[in-house]
């Protein structure tokens, strides 16, 4: 396949040339069965999925179903895993076993890259710069946190929880995995994870690094399936602690499954992030923000900045120069090292984006689409904005998780701010600004886990992440990280 000139560069003669990414270095196997105890092993009632890569609809592989027999095998080894060799281990080498799996990453990150690419859709150039070098960062510093736990929370002594369930999403598979297994394993827990449906295989690759490393069987297992394995996992009597990041329809049903039992759990849902843009803001950064908040990556990110809200006196430039660049955006192959925007993730997914597009032209708002062109095979949705739009429209409240963009304009930044805060979710959001002053009074009053200054999308394993209001519950990253996965009790 190959990516698609975009208008602007072929009318003008320098369209880029196609440069895609090798695969020849990548090795997918036919079938993949489920890890546990240490072991690839076939699930008990042999049942297995397709893979597809969404950018061609071509199956890469088939995948375990693991049914709740299985994810009660896999709660067993992790238990006897927990039980034996990994509590007792001195916490140093437990430290050593974490850095081992972050080191095995960054050498095998060519092959880890085109694998999230080539099975999820999003650009090579995110994967190889952002999802498996972060997936690796995660690794390494909770690797060095896991022998000095002790000073982490002065005053008290944490307790590993056990046996941690995990249920991670399909926009960034591996990081996810790396957030949700790094800090559990540096505070002496054993995992069952369960990957998305649509992006097992980078999951199933760590699964090989985590043995390679020489983790004690069962100290990781990874059952793949779909919501039911999820649902397994989150009524298994035996796990202690439930890690979800998913949307929020979900988040509800795990909460309310477990309400009244001893389950510890972290939440991390979805999002409606407010991108604030002033009028004395350095405007073509603005707008490559604006652009790396909610084009890139398709739009499939939890903290896109999916409503923008721009001071009235440059609301006209702004928006003249977010159209100017959507036209040079290039979608197409996820393995095009040019390309901007790849392939939506699933053809549910797009069919909802597609449903939001109509949603929004109902209720009266103005869209514009860039003009790219897009291959014919495969998920694609062009970047897309609305004007016009009003706070109670649907595609300004609800989270479509695809390249769509709500613009509104305001006034004063008490306007600004009200309008940004008029919403159920609280995740993340981003204010463009030359005054400090501005910065730290935005920065305090939205109701956000985490604001950008003059920048969007920015992730570093030592700060925490996680949301506010219907965004979900407790914090992922950093030290707060830990906190998720352990017990404190009075210093002995
Ligand atoms: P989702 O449908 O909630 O799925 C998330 C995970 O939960 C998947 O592994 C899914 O399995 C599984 N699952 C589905 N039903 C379940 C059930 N009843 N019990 C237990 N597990 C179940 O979300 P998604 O569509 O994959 O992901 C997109 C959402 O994730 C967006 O809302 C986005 O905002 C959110 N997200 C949040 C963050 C954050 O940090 N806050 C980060 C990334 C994404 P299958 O997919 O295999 O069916
Ligand atoms: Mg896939």
């Known amino acids: 396949m190959e990516s698609q000139p975009n208008k602007l560069a072929f009318d003008s003669g320098w369209a880029y040339s196609p440069a895609p990414e090798s695969t020849d270095h990548v090795h997918i196997d036919k079938k993949y069965d489920l890890f546990i105890g240490g072991e690839f092993v076939a699930p008990v009632k042999g049942g ?42 001195n916490a140093a080498e437990r430290g050593k076993y974490i850095f081992r799996i972050a080191r095995i990453l960054q050498e095998r990150a060519r092959e880890f890259s085109v694998i ?6 999003k650009p090579i150039r995110e994967s190889r710069d952002i999802d498996i070098p972060l ?22 002594t944490p307790k590993a929880l056990g046996v941690a369930g995990q249920i991670i999403p399909w926009n960034f598979p591996l990081l996810m995995a790396a957030w949700k297994i790094a800090p559990a394993l540096a505070c002496g827990n054993t995992v069952v ?50 890690a979800f ?87 197409g192959d996820p393995l095009d090292k040019n390309t901007d925007v790849g392939a939506i993730n699933s053809a549910p997914q797009l069919e909802k984006i597609e449903s939001y597009l ?21 998920y694609w949705c062009r970047p897309t904005i609305f004007t016009g739009v009003s706070q109670s429209n649907r595609v ?15 006034r004063t930044l008490e306007e600004g701010l009200t309008k940004a805060n008029n919403t159920p979710y609280g995740l993340s959001g981003g204010v463009w600004t030359d005054k400090g002053a501005k910065i730290f009074k935005m920065t305090q009053q ?46 002995s």
């Open 48 to 89: 297995y999925f397709e893979t597809i890569n969404p950018a061609t609809e071509e199956v890469l592989s088939s995948v375990a179903e693991a049914t709740d027999a299985d994810v009660d095998r896999a709660v067993k080894a992790a238990r006897k895993a927990y039980r034996g060799a990994w509590s007792k281990m």
């Open 116 to 121: 999230e690419s080539l099975d999820g859709g």
């Open 135 to 156: 997936a690796a960062a995660h690794f390494f510093y909770y690797a060095g946190w896991a022998d000095k736990l002790g000073y982490a929370f002065p005053g008290r």
């Open 193 to 242: 994870l369960k990957p998305a449906e649509t992006t097992p295989l980078t999951a199933m690759k760590l699964a090989e690094v985590i043995r390679d490393a020489g983790l004690p069987p069962g100290v990781v297992n990874i059952v793949t399936g779909a919501g039911k394995t999820g649902a397994a996992i989150v009524n298994h009597p035996d796990v202690d602690k439930i």
């Open 245 to 331: 990041t998913g949307s929020t329809d979900v988040g509800r049903l795990i909460q309310r499954a477990i309400a009244g039992t001893k389950k510890k759990y972290t939440l991390e849902l979805g999002g409606k992030a407010a991108n604030i843009i002033f009028a004395d803001a350095a405007i073509d950064q603005a707008v490559e923000g604006i652009v790396n908040g909610i084009f890139f990556n398709q739009g499939h990110v939890c903290c896109a900045g999916s409503r923008l809200f721009v001071q009235e006196s440059v609301a006209d430039e702004v928006i003249q120069k977010l159209k100017d660049r959507m036209e040079t955006l290039i979608v």
């Open 358 to 378: 109509k949603i929004g032209q109902q209720e009266g708002a103005e869209m514009y689409q860039s003009s790219c062109p897009v291959p014919k095979r495969g």
């Open 396 to 410: 300004v409240q609800e989270e479509i998780f695809g390249p769509v963009l709500a613009i509104q304009t305001f």
């Open 446 to 491: 939205v109701r956000a886990g985490v604001i950008w200054a003059n920048t969007f999308n920015k992730f570093d394993p030592t700060s925490p992440f996680g949301g506010y209001k219907e965004s979900g519950v407790g914090r992922e990253g950093g030290l707060h990280g830990l906190g998720a996965y352990v017990r404190l009790e009075p210093q």
